[in-house]
């Protein structure tokens, strides 16, 4: 036995050549005074040295080499199964993990109890581990990961990992199993993991041994993160945590079941720079598609250069700036009147990683009329899935935008100025009806009011998370995004309960950025338990809850559809929300008066290291508006009424 | 319209549940599925007759490719093809019955396997078409069990689905 490693070794090697345990611990003192055991740091420091012939490690920790490709030996490292998850999720660069224990994940918990390069965060419910990861995720581009045992941990788990795949975030979550040969026995906190997540993940495995376990994690990453991202399930059963195997970091991951497109078909693109600069009345209606594909320089840069009216879907607000000119407002059901009447009277329609949602669509059958359609997308099934387009162009959006900047620069035909100039004066017109507006002077606090505060008090520069609801909607609307990443809210599955924790996760991401959850008194309760996370963590995130004491998406329903019959909309016997936020250790405010609104908003804030609990109490009977009929068409809208 | 399509699948044990599960989640309509290995003992070979309009079948295609097991797919009526499907049916080989049968037997040149207890075992390949005619063709009342694997096919020539 012996770690024999030749010169020409990349930097992973130094990583494989440490025994985890016997004399390479040394116990480091944890923040809270507990001690913790850590992986040795000095030799680490010092391995790309090269240290050819060191002496094999005593006690039962193995080391081996082998041979890869003719100039390169690997040194492989033998590990329990849970020393290789924690390692490898070291190896790969992962800094946190939000999880929960149990019992079929406790050899992974203390494996992680040995060293300290990957942070554990311990939530208080498994769902809240999932929007956490997913948080963390939407804003930094790299897969949120998540650990959870078996059974209740994994089921626990299912909404997050559901959230995750309807807004295709890149997630890695870890689930432990019962032992192999316990499972379809019914044993005990055994669920069938792999087929329940089945139909809302995009991919899953059941690890069988020790020994691929590094390579089904290195593929589980590659898969949540490249092409149309999403959550990725790696279920495994106890006893393989316990197995030993060889480790050693797989740097390369290919699957020859799996490939997404890497570049777009020049033809496709050819194409669509002509049909875009021969439209007369232009759209460009793109969606979370550029924000997941960082596309958002080319799309700027093409958009200005068009000078084509942009609209933006919920997911993809920020990929744009929302305070340019050219931006007519996010489309859809609660859009402006400006940009769905756009969107219907246009002749050429640009769809940019985005699905035509039927929160967008309405009725398929009215949508764009009068539109000849190129829409780009890296997952060929969002293509032509309801709306039938004309010019479908499937890969990355990046690439994609670059390759039609210059195609379009390229091309003979010319945008037709005059038409365009015509087509902007028939926008203003329809911008002018100011569809956005509410009642200024009221005596209660107006809840878009409180958004239009929150975006000066923090200078439009606060990350912002959301619930679900008509609250979700005022931040769409009150809250312009000028950069992407910055917006992060359930759009596919509509989670309550997913604002607080996903706010977190972005702290956890930007420790020193502003964050804030707009939420309701609905939504909040949902995962109100993190809050004791965040007390754990210290994470200040900013709750705005604009409490209604309403269900109000669904008491507007039901006052447009159901002849204001409340169902069930009303919440009674709601919490002290500031003694509630006191009780988990942080600061509530109570708002209840307009002039109140900013104050708190800047005293909040101006408490950079608590999290702050504001409960503004806002006036129940308001609507969102425009609000396009569900099924109908995109100029059924009902606007706003002043008096 | 009729459909069959054809794929190479990662031979896991998740992976025909995926299919099956694409299907049932997704509303589409499955009229009969076979899948074994291939040469190959990693890669299953499953063919499954669908039907729907263009976009459905697009969809569908496109759905499946989608699967991380599913390694290549063909949809074999986009092109010359050749289908097969495997059906043993054991009738009462009793009168008025026997003789009808052994007569039909013959001339969709099918094979009797087994006679016993008054009963045969037929076995009869073809594609789906010629299956559906015999079966129709039987007195109801003779037919005591119906066994299909399901159709599966290849494509002529060139037409090769290798990974
Ligand atoms: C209460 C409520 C109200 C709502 N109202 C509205 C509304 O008024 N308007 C609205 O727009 N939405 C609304 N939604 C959200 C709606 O349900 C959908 O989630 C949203 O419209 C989908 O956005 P999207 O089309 O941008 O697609 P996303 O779900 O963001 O999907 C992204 C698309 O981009 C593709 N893609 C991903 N990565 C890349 C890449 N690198 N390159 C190329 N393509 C890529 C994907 O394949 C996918 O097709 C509402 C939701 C709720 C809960
Ligand atoms: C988990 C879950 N259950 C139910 C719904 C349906 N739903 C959508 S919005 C909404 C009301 C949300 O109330 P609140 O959080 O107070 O927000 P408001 O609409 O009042 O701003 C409900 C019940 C949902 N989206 N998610
Ligand atoms: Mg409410």
């Given at each position: 036995?012996?770690?024999?490693?030749?010169?020409?070794?990349?930097?992973?090697?130094?990583?494989?050549?440490?025994?985890?345990?016997?004399?390479?611990?040394?116990?480091?003192?944890?923040?809270?005074?507990?001690?913790?055991?850590?992986?040795?740091?000095?030799?680490?420091?010092?391995?790309?040295?090269?240290?050819?012939?060191?002496?094999?490690?005593?006690?039962?920790?193995?080391?081996?080499?082998?041979?890869?490709?003719?100039?390169?030996?690997?040194?492989?490292?033998?590990?329990?199964?849970?020393?290789?998850?924690?390692?490898?999720?070291?190896?790969?660069?992962?800094?946190?993990?939000?999880?929960?224990?149990?019992?079929?994940?406790?050899?992974?918990?203390?494996?992680?109890?040995?060293?300290?390069?990957?942070?554990?965060?311990?939530?208080?419910?498994?769902?809240?581990?999932?929007?956490?990861?997913?948080?963390?995720?939407?804003?930094?581009?790299?897969?949120?990961?998540?650990?959870?045992?078996?059974g209740p941990g994994a089921t626990n788990a299912v909404t997050g990992i559901a959230t995750a795949h309807m807004d295709s975030a890149p997630m890695v979550v870890i689930t432990g199993q019962v032992p192999r040969h316990a499972?379809?026995?019914?044993?005990?906190?055994?669920?069938?993991?792999?087929?329940?997540?089945?139909?809302?993940?995009?991919?899953?495995?059941?690890?069988?041994?020790?020994?691929?376990?590094?390579?089904?994690?290195?593929?589980?990453?590659?898969?949540?993160?490249?092409?149309?991202?999403?959550?990725?399930?790696?279920?495994?059963?106890?006893?393989?945590?316990?197995?030993?195997?060889?480790?050693?970091?797989?740097?390369?991951?290919?699957?020859?079941?799996?490939?997404?497109?890497?570049?777009?078909?020049?033809?496709?693109?050819?194409?669509?720079?002509?049909?875009?600069?021969?439209?007369?009345?232009?759209?460009?209606?793109?969606?979370?598609?550029?924000?997941?594909?960082?596309?958002?320089?080319?799309?700027?840069?093409?958009?200005?250069?068009?000078?084509?009216?942009?609209?933006?879907?919920?997911?993809?607000?920020?990929?744009?700036?929302?305070?340019?000119?050219?931006?007519?407002?996010?489309?859809?059901?609660?859009?402006?009147?400006?940009?769905?009447?756009?969107?219907?009277?246009?002749?050429?329609?640009?769809?940019?990683?985005?699905?035509?949602?039927?929160?967008?669509?309405?009725?398929?059958?009215?949508?764009?009329?009068?539109?000849?359609?190129?829409?780009?997308?890296?997952?060929?099934?969002?293509?032509?899935?309801?709306?039938?387009?004309?010019?479908?162009?499937?890969?990355?959006?990046?690439?994609?935008?670059?390759?039609?900047?210059?195609?379009?620069?390229?091309?003979?035909?010319?945008?037709?100025?005059?038409?365009?100039?015509?087509?902007?004066?028939?926008?203003?017109?329809?911008?002018?009806?100011?569809?956005?507006?509410?009642?200024?002077?009221?005596?209660?606090?107006?809840?878009?009011?409180?958004?239009?505060?929150?975006?000066?008090?923090?200078?439009?520069?606060?990350?912002?998370?959301?619930?679900?609801?008509?609250?979700?909607?005022?931040?769409?609307?009150?809250?312009?995004?000028?950069?992407?990443?910055?917006?992060?809210?359930?759009?596919?599955?509509?989670?309550?309960?997913?604002?607080?924790?996903?706010?977190?996760?972005?702290?956890?991401?930007?420790?020193?950025?502003?964050?804030?959850?707009?939420?309701?008194?609905?939504?909040?309760?949902?995962?109100?338990?993190?809050?004791?996370?965040?007390?754990?963590?210290?994470?200040?995130?900013?709750?705005?809850?604009?409490?209604?004491?309403?269900?109000?998406?669904?008491?507007?329903?039901?006052?447009?559809?159901?002849?204001?019959?409340?169902?069930?909309?009303?919440?009674?016997?709601?919490?002290?929300?500031?003694?509630?936020?006191?009780?988990?250790?942080?600061?509530?405010?109570?708002?209840?008066?307009?002039?109140?609104?900013?104050?708190?908003?800047?005293?909040?804030?101006?408490?950079?290291?608590?999290?702050?609990?504001?409960?503004?109490?806002?006036?129940?009977?308001?609507?969102?508006?425009?609000?396009?009929?569900?099924?109908?068409?995109?100029?059924?809208?009902?606007?706003?009424?002043?008096? | 319209?009729?459909?069959?399509?054809?794929?190479?699948?990662?031979?896991?044990?998740?992976?025909?549940?995926?299919?099956?599960?694409?299907?049932?989640?997704?509303?589409?309509?499955?009229?009969?599925?076979?899948?074994?290995?291939?040469?190959?003992?990693?890669?299953?070979?499953?063919?499954?007759?669908?039907?729907?309009?263009?976009?459905?079948?697009?969809?569908?295609?496109?759905?499946?490719?989608?699967?991380?097991?599913?390694?290549?797919?063909?949809?074999?009526?986009?092109?010359?093809?050749?289908?097969?499907?495997?059906?043993?049916?054991?009738?009462?080989?009793?009168?008025?019955?026997?003789?009808?049968?052994?007569?039909?037997?013959?001339?969709?040149?099918?094979?009797?396997?087994?006679?016993?207890?008054?009963?045969?075992?037929?076995?009869?390949?073809?594609?789906?078409?010629?299956?559906?005619?015999?079966?129709?063709?039987?007195?109801?009342?003779?037919?005591?069990?119906?066994?299909?694997?399901?159709?599966?096919?290849?494509?002529?020539?060139?037409?090769?689905?290798?990974?």
């Amino acid at each position: 036995m012996g770690a024999f490693l030749v010169p020409t070794l990349p930097a992973i090697i130094s990583r494989t050549r440490f025994p985890l345990n016997g004399e390479g611990f040394r116990t480091v003192p944890a923040v809270d005074g507990r001690a913790r055991c850590g992986y040795l740091a000095a030799p680490l420091a010092g391995a790309d040295a090269g240290l050819a012939g060191r002496p094999a490690t005593t006690g039962d920790c193995r080391t081996r080499s082998r041979p890869a490709g003719r100039t390169r030996e690997v040194s492989q490292v033998e590990l329990t199964g849970a020393e290789i998850v924690v390692r490898f999720l070291k190896d790969h660069g992962v800094r946190y993990i939000f999880g929960y224990p149990g019992g079929a994940v406790l050899h992974i918990y203390d494996a992680l109890y040995k060293q300290k390069d990957v942070e554990h965060i311990l939530v208080r419910h498994e769902q809240g581990a999932t929007h956490m990861a997913d948080g963390y995720a939407r804003v930094t581009g790299r897969a949120g990961v998540v650990l959870v045992t078996s059974g209740p941990g994994a089921t626990n788990a299912v909404t997050g990992i559901a959230t995750a795949h309807m807004d295709s975030a890149p997630m890695v979550v870890i689930t432990g199993q019962v032992p192999r040969h316990a499972i379809g026995s019914d044993a005990f906190q055994e669920v069938d993991c792999v087929g329940i997540t089945r139909p809302c993940v995009k991919h899953n495995y059941l690890v069988k041994d020790a020994g691929s376990l590094a390579r089904t994690l290195r593929e589980a990453f590659y898969v949540a993160e490249s092409g149309r991202p999403g959550p990725v399930v790696v279920d495994i059963p106890k006893d393989v945590t316990a197995d030993r195997a060889w480790y050693e970091y797989p740097a390369e991951v290919a699957l020859r079941s799996y490939n997404p497109v890497s570049r777009g078909h020049p033809n496709q693109i050819r194409q669509a720079a002509d049909l875009i600069a021969s439209a007369r009345r232009p759209m460009i209606y793109t969606g979370g598609g550029v924000v997941l594909g960082d596309a958002s320089e080319p799309l700027v840069e093409l958009t200005r250069m068009l000078g084509y009216p942009i609209t933006n879907t919920l997911m993809g607000l920020g990929a744009y700036p929302g305070t340019d000119p050219q931006f007519v407002g996010m489309l859809g059901m609660h859009g402006t009147y400006e940009a769905n009447m756009a969107m219907h009277e246009c002749d050429v329609l640009i769809a940019v990683g985005a699905r035509f949602d039927d929160r967008v669509v309405g009725d398929p059958k009215k949508f764009c009329p009068h539109a000849r359609i190129v829409h780009i997308d890296i997952d060929p099934s969002s293509i032509s899935k309801t709306i039938q387009v004309d010019v479908p162009i499937v890969g990355p959006v990046r690439s994609i935008l670059e390759d039609l900047l210059v195609a379009v620069r390229e091309s003979n035909s010319r945008p037709d100025e005059a038409a365009l100039g015509a087509w902007w004066k028939r926008i203003e017109g329809w911008r002018a009806n100011d569809c956005l507006r509410y009642e200024r002077g009221s005596e209660l606090i107006k809840p878009q009011y409180v958004i239009e505060k929150l975006y000066e008090v923090t200078g439009g520069e606060a990350f912002v998370t959301s619930d679900v609801g008509q609250h979700q909607m005022w931040a769409a609307q009150f809250y312009p995004f000028d950069r992407p990443r910055r917006w992060v809210n359930s759009g596919g599955l509509g989670t309550m309960g997913f604002g607080l924790p996903a706010a977190m996760g972005v702290q956890f991401a930007y420790p020193d950025a502003p964050v804030a959850c707009i939420t309701g008194e609905g939504s909040i309760v949902m995962c109100i338990q993190e809050l004791s996370c965040a007390k754990q963590y210290r994470l200040p995130v900013k709750v705005v809850n604009l409490n209604n004491r309403y269900l109000g998406m669904v008491r507007q329903w039901q006052e447009v559809m159901y002849e204001n019959r409340e169902s069930e909309s009303y919440l009674d016997s709601l919490p002290d929300f500031v003694k509630l936020a006191e009780s988990f250790g942080h600061v509530g405010m109570l708002v209840e008066r307009p002039g109140d609104v900013e104050g708190a908003l800047r005293e909040a804030f101006a408490l950079e290291d608590r999290l702050v609990f504001m409960d503004f109490i806002t006036d129940q009977s308001e609507n969102v508006y425009p609000m396009m009929m569900a099924g109908k068409g995109q100029t059924d809208m009902v606007l706003r009424e002043l008096a | 319209m009729q459909r069959l399509i054809s794929m190479l699948l990662e031979n896991e044990p998740g992976a025909l549940a995926r299919v099956a599960g694409l299907f049932s989640a997704r509303g589409y309509n499955i009229e009969s599925l076979s899948v074994a290995p291939t040469e190959d003992s990693t890669m299953s070979r499953l063919t499954l007759a669908t039907s729907g309009d263009d976009a459905v079948i697009e969809q569908i295609t496109k759905q499946l490719h989608k699967l991380v097991d599913v390694i290549k797919l063909v949809d074999l009526t986009d092109g010359p093809f050749v289908e097969r499907e495997l059906m043993l049916i054991k009738v009462r080989a009793s009168d008025p019955w026997r003789n009808e049968v052994r007569h039909l037997t013959e001339i969709f040149r099918g094979r009797i396997l087994d006679v016993a207890g008054g009963s045969f075992v037929i076995e009869l390949t073809g594609a789906r078409q010629k299956l559906d005619a015999f079966v129709d063709a039987l007195d109801e009342k003779c037919i005591l069990e119906v066994v299909r694997s399901g159709a599966m096919g290849v494509g002529r020539g060139d037409r090769s689905l290798r990974a």
